[in-house]
């Protein structure tokens, strides 16, 4: 039920000869004590919340180190930081939003993990919080009318409540154990994409608070093996996309904001189907380690088909591909006259893009949402139209303010964006210049004299 943590602990008990599976049949005392305090543990106030951050964070180490995460070499990081700042001088060339002016750094897995798993405890919280909420419900709804810490719950012995001692009331121990889960969950989400990221903005999340850029050297290695290009190109290709990145999550001000408020807005707008959840832990044993963690992996959650809810995984879908098309446009143009194999590098990055992995497979389970900017490829053509018909400044004026981003029908119909965008802007203009028609003052009367149509009591010219 517990998943990795449950394991450890089953081991732990073997090695002092205390066999776990006898705890299915009648209770020994010694080793139910054992059991129950290596579960009151797991289970303690610390870290406690939606998502266990402490069990994500031991979840996540553990994942980004099961198929190694050697400490960089001084080369490893001097290649990295200075493939980032030659990326800044040629961003130079082509956009007009200037560096993040954060520090470069060079990451391995287990620092990307340590840098990043709070924005993703962050993300995952409204669902956390809705599926420990259901699990209270079930288990209460399964309970005898009137139980107390001396009767028994479903999967566990009688006066277990008792004994955990803290964690008498049944919902609340469920919530925890949710909570831990749900801590299992991200970790192992956040372990496996520190395994398959370059840098910190490959998801098209803004995932650090601070205005850095980041490398890890030994992903960028594993990507650049098999391909044609050499590593130092790959690198440097990397390093634009992710200096672009940077540049657009520093410089547009409500980008990041935006971004994070939509998925949480869409988080909390999930629903839970009680029915299935019940029906998956109905007979959920405690001595299964692997139970609760596979009835969280999959099929609990009931999406509102809502006009609301589908207008905001629409949103999403919308502004991810315009981050990820600016982002595709722009480094793919800074690169071209430096890397010889600047297209079939972008044309590989669009294609892992799109196919996504393991990891924001987990992710999708978590929060019920893909992170995948399915669009990319029309919003990469519609900056490229706009920059052909008003240079890179007005290609990255489109991002001046939410209301004025491009939406679906712009990314339909990419070559029409702009006759559209003149058309709102006229719009506005027009409802800006009633509006100051009715509120404001009449703009032919300051052209007359102050003494003819000023106000009554207002102060006259020999007065001032």
Known sequence: MLGDGADEV?????????DPTALGGPPDPVMMQYALAQVQKMLSAEGTGPVNADVAHDVARQVAVSEGDPSLTGKQAKDA????AVAELWLDAVTDLPPAGGTRHAWNRSEWVEATLPVWNELAA??????????ATVLRDQLPEGVDDGEAIPGMPAGVLHDLGGAIDPAQMMRRLGSAVFGMQVGQAAGTLS???????DVG?????SPDTVLLPTNVAAFAEGLDAPIEEVRHFLAVREAAHARLFTHVPWLRSHLLSIVER????ITIDL?????QVRDIDLADSEALRSALSGGVFGLQNTAEQKAVLLNLETTLALVEGWVDEVSTIAALPHLPHAIPLREMIRRRRAAGGPAEQTFSTLVGLELRPRRSRDAATLFSIVARAQGPAGRDA??????LLPGTEDLDDPSGYLVRREATEHEHADVDAALKEIFGEDPAANDLPADEDGPADGPTDEAK
């Open 205 to 209: 999340l803004p995932l650090l608070d």
């Open 81 to 84: 930081t200075e493939a980032l």
């Open 266 to 269: 869409y988080a909390r707008g």
């Open 275 to 279: 029915d299935a959840l019940e029906a």
């Open 398 to 403: 489109v991002w001046d303010h939410p209301d």
């Open 195 to 201: 395994r398959e990221v370059f840098g910190a903005t």
């Open 10 to 18: 089953m081991a732990e008990m073997r090695e002092r000869g205390i």
């Open 126 to 135: 409204p669902v956390a919080s809705s599926v420990s909420d259901a699990l």
